[in-house]
């Protein structure tokens, strides 16, 4: 298949690609967009041959529940087979926005899309783009993020092509995406709504609207699968290898400056391999200072005290490692509050429970 891309770089260019997005959303083919958090990899939800599609493109597993996105809270109603009382607020406060809600699915969800659960995924992006798109599609989209199964989530249309061309019939380019982690996924089906997956919008601002949330374990799990054997997978993200390069990833969690003499004393340990670095802003001027070898490859992904910063980078900066053909990626954590706590989520998936605790002194 021959994947046509198209670069949105004015609203004069938008027409023509999105009647051909949409016509192949209508098709049963899978289209690539723009949201504000990464990359979707789009396909009519309630198409049961273009869901497969999805799964087959990216290889996962078809456990793996897949979130279905719409531009209108009344597009939502008929997905579901009831309305849980905190939804409509969730709605009014942080649609469109990087907000996946889990509800009780209605029939009209082909099992395939849900995998297998009797609840669905179901969100309200907040990229023009992405609005457009489902707008004129006029059918909810499943999309998960526009990538391989288990790599890095795509934050350019760049990453898309390398991951799946040849797979996706349309990319639209809507350049470089703004939040650069995946929606936070909240689950609305049980008595306390519940995160399942950490993303763009905070337990703080969800607990500033709804008052008692709850996160579950595996959000905070440093062990690569956070869910126990036999557990189903609730929301993306919360099982499997995930956000991964191809090299080995460790993440040095602690505080300043111990957690930058760790990262120094591992990458003197590690012989003759080649390593690259991702640290904060303060975090590099501080080895830089102290002797950084010349060959580690550094990039560095904004200040320890912006985690809005650190998401925005991480998922390119992991594949900017795996273009270098580092054989080890060394990695600094950050807080995991706030954002950060969807910043630390990605990355201990990243490091697939290779985590090292900072020496004290």
């Not at 497969?52 to 009344?74: C, M, Q, T, W």
């Not at 992405?130 to 599609?137: F, I, K, V, W």
């Not at 191809?246 to 391999?273: C, F, K, M, Y």
């Not at 954590?333 to 954002?339: A, M, P, V, Y």
């Amino acid at each position: 298949m021959k994947t046509r891309v198209y670069r949105l770089e004015s609203n004069s260019s938008w027409d023509t690609a999105l009647e051909v997005a949409v016509e192949a959303l209508h098709r049963g083919e899978l289209v690539a967009f723009p949201t504000e958090t990464v990359y979707g990899l789009g396909g009519h939800a309630l198409d049961e041959r273009a869901v497969r599609k999805i799964f087959a493109a990216k290889g996962r597993p078809a456990d793996n529940p897949l979130i279905v996105h719409v531009s209108d809270y009344e597009d939502v109603l008929p997905l579901v087979s009831s309305v849980p009382p905190q939804l409509p607020v969730l709605a009014r406060h942080f649609w469109p926005g990087p907000l996946t809600v889990v509800v009780p699915r209605s029939l009209l969800v082909p099992d395939v899309t849900t995998g297998g659960l009797d609840s669905v995924a179901i969100r309200m992006p907040a990229h023009p783009v992405a609005l457009a798109l489902l707008t004129q599609a006029k059918v909810p989209v499943a999309a998960p993020s526009a990538n391989r199964s288990g790599y890095p989530s795509p934050t350019e249309a760049s990453h898309v092509l390398a991951d799946l061309a040849g797979q996706v019939a349309v990319v639209l380019d809507g350049g470089p995406t703004q939040v650069g982690v995946e929606s936070t996924v909240l689950d609305l089906t049980g008595s306390v709504p519940t995160i399942l997956r950490p993303g763009g919008v905070t337990y703080e601002q969800l607990t500033a609207v709804l008052g008692e949330v709850a996160i579950d374990p595996a959000a905070r799990a440093r062990e690569q699968d956070g869910l126990e054997c036999g557990q189903p997978v609730r929301s993306p993200g919360m099982k499997y290898r995930h956000y991964a390069p191809r090299a080995e990833a460790i993440l040095v969690e602690g505080e300043p400056p111990h957690i930058w003499q760790t990262l120094r004393d591992l990458l003197s340990s590690q012989g003759n391999v080649r390593c690259g670095l991702l640290v904060s802003r303060e975090g590099e001027s501080w080895l830089r200072t102290t002797g950084l070898p010349e060959d580690v490859a550094v990039l560095c992904l904004g200040s320890r005290h912006d985690p809005a910063e650190f998401a925005r980078c991480i998922f390119s900066a992991l594949r900017a490692m795996d273009e270098r053909n580092v054989d080890i990626v060394l990695i600094e954590g950050i807080d995991d509050t706030g954002l950060g706590l969807a910043v630390m989520n990605r990355l201990r998936r990243a490091a697939g429970g290779r985590i090292v605790k900072a020496k004290q002194g």
